[in-house]
């Protein structure tokens, strides 16, 4: 390569958990740059996991589900010889946690109900307890991989 490598950002805490992941997550869910409703529809969101469940912390529900939706490996299209193969292939980390936070949003959004925080509540607090769309898509994701693992020879 001739250029260097960019350096990565550094993302701040939200001022409510004093967690990066939350401000990661809230940038992703940003649109036009709308940060603060963003971080409303998130922290009303937190607000109603909690009035559902007052048992669990909402924090710590965002977290599970994010670790149950967040896939281990996934498929990639290659070229070999005249025929595409989808060969599976392990996330890194970082990639793993943003396909994660991107999926819930995504399912987040398509979910039926009145308002981005009581969709996003509902999401999370399916997806924490390992049902609901984006849990499904892993699934979907780890079983394609699965079914392609005959092709893993063509890693690069």
Known sequence: MRKRKPKKRIIQPDPRFGDPMVTQFVNNMMFSGKKSASFAIFYDAMDKIKERSPEEDPHEVWKKALNNVMPQVEVRSKRVGGATFQ????????????VGMKWVIKYSRARSGKGMAEKLASELLAASKGEGAAVKKKEDTHRMAESNRAFAHFRV
């Open 87 to 98: 060969i599976p292939m392990e996330i890194r980390q970082e990639r793993r946690l943003s």
